[in-house]
């Protein structure tokens, strides 16, 4: 075991500064204080928008709705809460790194998430929903056919074949082919793109926060206040959060901010308990004792010692329950009754199975199980990463 040879400290062990855990200075850090003016800077944003009659659109086709109020908000949570954090502590990222990407598969599932993330973001507040054109209805796919003049009535790309059946083939304009009422499937699979990503961020972002204060405190503080926690989170986690969105969508209408806010408030039972085992156990650690009996307050522990150590934890139990949310808000939309047909979901789009037009609901469905995949494998990954005992 190895001591430091001024302070006799175990190596292993951060040193403690006494005297300041003896302090008590409400002092707000740059972190939290550039957190604090975005959010300001956000909600003067949105109540400018809501009350003052005046439109903050960017151009003519884009005006902020509440869910891209809550993208906007959870994008500003995610660059504080974990962009900043990566960017500050650029050694501790780099061997994080290092280690993540021994494993070649969680790599390459990291990097579609980085272009799925770029993409889906573009898609919800620069992009505009694919427009509808009939005159190109039905285009193929590039490298696929149909017949010419009675299926695609106007082709786009290239036309052979005898003049009683001639084919029309599929253009570089339309590579993924367009719908039944000329959308192109491009268009609409990176906008089932920013579906998918509003469901994962704004989700994590009010499932996080709860599972975390109730996980510390019924871990910290221990006793009847753990038992009264715990027997919620049972309760809770024996209504399903799709009953309770199906009861309150026949109630207020079905639609996507629905879904985020059920499932957000209703889906981290399980995140929580995770974080309460974790707390459980570093409550008897000795570093834990020492700031105790060095004067810290809870706060001052809770702070500084446990949320640090249980924010690993955190983000791989919310990775992993990012796959299950977009599989959910799919099915959901899939469900023609259940779903919201005003936004361009891939679920939405598996509805279209027509044989005739396959690409209509291949590429969809190919997007939707890459991306639910490459959340599971990137979760999995940085479980093992973030393990301390797989530190050699």
Known sequence: MAVDSDTGIDAQFDAIDW??????????????????????LLAALFLYDRFTGYDLSVGAWYAPSRLDWLFVLSLVVFAFAVVVPVVRNRERTMQYWRRFRRNRLAAVCAAYLAVFFVLGTASLLVLDRPPTNIQYAKQPALFATVEAGTVAINCVGEVTGPAIQQSCHGSLRFPFGTNAVGQGVLRLVVAGMGVSLLVALVTSMLMVPIATAVGTV??????WVDDVLMRYVDIQQTVPAFLVY??????????????????GLLSWGGVARLVRSEVAQRRGELYITAAESAGASRLQVIRRHILPNVSSTVLTATTRQIPLLILTEAAISFIVLLGDENVPSWGQMLTDLNTELWWVWVFPLVFLVITVFSFSVVGDALRDTLDPRGEA
């Open 19 to 40: 005297e300041e855990l003896g302090e008590e200075r409400p002092v707000v850090g740059r972190r939290t204080g550039g957190f604090l003016l975005a959010l300001g």
């Open 218 to 223: 019924a871990g910290y503080v221990g006793g």
């Open 246 to 263: 199906i009861v309150l969508g026949f109630v207020f209408g079905q639609s996507l901010f629905l879904i985020v806010l059920v499932f």
